[in-house]
């Protein structure tokens, strides 16, 4: 075989070779500034979904103003809001061909790791009023004390009445925060033991208040200050907090990162930045073949059990009111062919190559920061345990797809294979029978109170669905 010349090596390795590269250094000058626009808008949806409810809320809003409509209202056409109990909704475009034949849904989940309340958390010690919390998803327990908490959530009443909660998030509101030991102390307490004993769940109380009632009398007048307020601000009384839904999230705005405000830090990006990428791209579909879904479920760090959970069949009941706005019978089976025939996205992020930690990695198959959008053949754990593992015949066709319309992209797993892992709700929609793969950005902090994006991912992110919503039926 002849000896290659340089010109020629680089040629047979533009045409055989594959070397991601850096979205940013893929786009043009109009793209890069539709990127720092994004992330504008990127950061105020941060901003606004705070909480699975506030997320929904900001979705519809957004729907709405697109012109989004409920089904079986006088003036739905072919672009369907469906909300369910609050903290799941799906938005939809009817496609020309009939959903019996097949759907295109992205999914993601609006949940993120925080700080739940016990059915019975106000209490005082030393005279001062407390929280008692309980951790949701996995978190690092450390790294939500000593920082600005707020507070945001629902307090049903018992005469049916339900009052929104939003603490400490407003600049003019106070924050909340969980207390720590001072390093002159925690020696014993904390230094010599495990990361996972040193800081225990039973001692992350919220500090709510220090100032009691007006009275000469004994009893736990701070505790008793707090109740008051809450009844003059909200109508509500102590048994009322057994049926409260509030959350204890990071407080403050999400942040540009860096001097060239590239990256954008903030709280629950895992998997916020998937919702938003994933709304963003059905806005602006119109007569596409196949009927488009974004879809938006709840409970997926804890396991995505309960009624609003991929695990519920709130699934199924979408697909026959799809069915039923296009005129077709919603059948058992017009909705079990129809997910049969889907093609799905389950969009979740995965975790970028950290260089300060390159042990974890397996930098070969590590998502890198700013390359594009992820696209993650399986997940799970170990010999991949609770993964869905794609086809790859569908693999083939979504990387045309992108490819054809120029989207950014890596493939990537997430850590070397017995470093842990990790799963999505995948596996929950592949049970249908319907083709499916996870995508989405990568992130630095990935469940931390600061999670870490690159613009240029989300940007890839809203377009590799774009992408895949246009794309045709072959």
């Known amino acids: 075989m002849a000896k290659l010349s340089k010109k020629q090596l680089a040629s047979l390795q533009k045409k055989l070779a594959r070397r991601p590269k850096p979205a940013w250094d893929q786009a043009g000058p109009a793209v890069r500034e539709e990127i720092m626009s994004l992330g504008e808008d990127y950061k105020e949806f941060l901003d606004q979904a705070k909480t699975e409810r506030m997320a929904v809320q900001a979705v519809a809003k957004m ?9 079986g209202s006088k003036t739905a056409g072919r672009k369907l809001l469906v909300p369910y109990k609050d903290k799941v909704i799906a938005l939809a475009v009817l496609g020309r061909r009939k959903p019996s034949a097949g759907l295109r849904i992205i999914g993601a989940h609006s949940d993120a790791p925080r700080l739940d309340l016990k059915m019975h958390p106000l209490y ?8 008692k919390t309980h951790y949701y998803g996995g978190i690092k327990k450390y790294q939500w004390l000593a920082r600005p908490l707020a507070i945001h959530g629902v307090i049903c009443r018992a005469d049916g009445q339900t009052v929104q909660v939003h603490l400490g998030d407003d600049p003019a ?9 001072l390093p002159h102390l925690s020696r014993k307490s904390q230094g010599q033991k495990k990361v996972s004993v040193a800081f225990e769940a039973e001692r992350m109380n919220l500090l709510l208040a220090g100032l009691p009632v007006d009275s000469d009398q004994k009893g736990e007048k701070v505790k008793l ?22 959350e204890i999230v990071p407080a403050g705005p999400a942040r540009d990162v ?16 998937c919702c938003f990428s994933a709304v963003r791209a059905i806005l602006g579909v119109k007569n596409p073949a196949v009927t488009c879904v974004s879809l938006l479920v709840d409970k997926e760090e804890i396991g995505s059990d309960g009624s609003t959970g991929a695990k519920s069949r709130f699934l199924e009941q979408l697909t026959a009111t799809l069915l039923e706005a296009a005129g077709e019978k919603a059948s058992y089976l017009n909705v079990t062919r129809a997910l049969a025939e889907t093609r799905a996205i389950s969009a979740d992020v995965n975790a970028a190559f950290d260089p300060d930690f390159p042990e974890v990695h397996e ?3 590590a998502a890198y920061l700013g390359y594009g959008v992820t696209l993650t053949k399986y997940t799970g754990s170990g010999g991949k345990y609770g993964a869905s ?7 083939a066709w979504l990387r045309k797809v992108w490819d054809r319309a120029k989207v950014p992209w890596q493939a990537a797993g997430m850590g070397k294979i017995d470093e842990g892992g990790g799963g999505t709700i995948a596996k929950l929609l592949a049970v249908y029978g319907m083709e499916i793969v996870d995508a989405g950005p990568a992130l630095f902090n990935m469940h931390s109170p600061f999670e870490i994006s690159h613009k240029a991912d989300i940007h890839a992110t809203v377009k590799a669905f774009e992408a895949f919503f246009a794309a045709g039926l072959k």
Do not use: H, W
Not at 63 to 71: I, V, Y
Not at 174 to 179: E, G, K
């Open 258 to 273: 860096g001097l060239d405000r590239c990256m954008v830090g903030g709280y629950g990006q895992d998997d916020r930045a």
């Open 124 to 131: 005082e010690d030393q005279e001062l009023a407390f929280l």
């Open 225 to 246: 200050a707090v109740l008051q307020y809450l009844n003059r601000k909200y109508g509500v009384v102590e048994a009322d907090l057994i049926s409260a839904e509030l």
């Open 63 to 71: 729907a709405r103003r697109a012109g989004f409509k409920t089904p």
């Open 363 to 365: 930098k070969r198959n």
């Open 173 to 181: 509101d106070p924050v909340f925060t969980l207390l720590d030991l």
């Open 389 to 395: 593992d794609a086809n790859p015949e569908y693999l």
